[in-house]
C-alpha cells in the first residue's frame, strides 16, 4: 500500500510501515497505474509457440484526496468482498 500527502509518501507492506520519503519524491504530475510482468531469464528459449501469461489482481484500490489508514483500507475492500464487487469504475469517460 502506498499513501501520498502535501508532505510525503509512505509505503506499507502487510500493514506496517515500510519506508518514507519526503516531499521532494512526490509526484509533479498526474499518474497512472499500471501492471506489468518482468520475464527474465528468456536466453535460451527456442520454442516459437505464442505463449499467454495470467496475472492476478486481488484488489486496486484508489481514493483521491484521502489518506487512509491499512486497517481503513482493508474494511473498505472487506466490504466490497462482502458486496460482490468485482470491479467499480469511478473515472468519469474521456479521462
Same mark, same amino acid.
Given at each position: 500500500?502506498?499513501? +501520498?500527502? #502535501? ?5 506499507? !507492506? ?7 520519503? #519526503?516531499? &521532494?519524491?512526490? %509526484?509533479? &504530475? %498526474? ?7 518482468? /520475464? +527474465?531469464? /528468456? *536466453? ?5 509457440? %505464442? &505463449?499467454?501469461?495470467?496475472? =492476478? ?6 481514493? =483521491?484526496?484521502?489518506? /487512509?489508514?491499512? @486497517?481503513? !483500507?482493508? *474494511? =473498505? +475492500? @472487506? @466490504?466490497?468482498?462482502? @458486496?460482490?464487487?468485482?470491479?467499480? #469504475?469511478?473515472? %468519469?469517460?474521456?479521462?
Amino acid at each position: 500500500m502506498v499513501t +501520498i500527502n #502535501d508532505s510525503n509518501i509512505t509505503y506499507y !507492506v502487510d500493514g506496517q510501515e515500510f519506508g518514507r520519503d #519526503d516531499a &521532494r519524491y512526490l %509526484p509533479e &504530475r %498526474p499518474m497512472s497505474i499500471n501492471f506489468n510482468q518482468w /520475464l +527474465i531469464d /528468456l *536466453a535460451g528459449q527456442t520454442s516459437t509457440t %505464442p &505463449r499467454a501469461y495470467d496475472q =492476478k489482481v486481488d484488489y486496486v484500490l484508489h481514493v =483521491k484526496d484521502q489518506v /487512509l489508514t491499512p @486497517a481503513q !483500507v482493508a *474494511a =473498505k +475492500i @472487506a @466490504a466490497y468482498r462482502t @458486496a460482490g464487487t468485482t470491479f467499480e #469504475d469511478t473515472v %468519469p469517460a474521456g479521462q
